[in-house]
């Protein structure tokens, strides 16, 4: 068994809701897992090929305009909006939760993360209560993959 299959997984909404409001500089990471990211922390462009330097990963850590909204909320949308991931990209993708520094944007925007810690992965139970928790808000809350809009 590898170490990243060892890692613990973050398996509810609430025990990963309580891991950001304990800790900054957390990202999540949709990919086959840290063991093959850590070989060279670097992600690829997909429209030209480069190499990027550093990993691209979603910030977990609440922003100020959020005010005093449900830190629960703000995890579950930051893992809806890329929940199609794996259904676009192939089986083997996951999140997974990690720590690092911030050492540039990438083509979309998205940060790009290097001094990369893994801390475990997301679990289904997390992803399908995030889904559940933005399905039930008022408004047109829906993931970033939006197939409805023309």
């Known amino acids: 068994m590898s170490n990243t299959e060892s890692m613990p997984v973050y398996d509810t909404l609430d025990a ?32 030209t090929g480069l190499s990027l ?8 850590d609440v922003e100020d305009w959020w005010g005093d909204r449900s830190v629960r ?36 925007n998205e940060p790009l993360v290097h001094e990369v810690e893994a801390l475990g992965w997301i679990g289904a139970c997390a992803i399908a209560e995030a889904t559940e928790v933005i399905t039930h808000q008022p408004g047109p809350w829906g993931p970033m993959l939006r197939s409805d809009i023309p």
Do not use: F, I, K, Q
């Open 16 to 47: 990963l809701a309580e891991l950001v409001r304990s800790r900054r500089g957390l990202y999540v990471r949709w990919s086959r897992g840290p063991e093959r990211d850590l070989e060279t922390v670097s992600s690829r462009d997909g429209l």
């Open 73 to 108: 909320t703000w995890v579950a949308r930051r893992l809806y909006d890329y929940s199609h991931l794996p259904r676009v990209r192939n089986p083997g993708t996951r999140p997974w939760v990690l720590h690092g520094t911030e050492t540039g944007r990438g083509p979309d």
């Open 53 to 60: 330097p550093g990993l691209s990963a979603n910030p977990l």
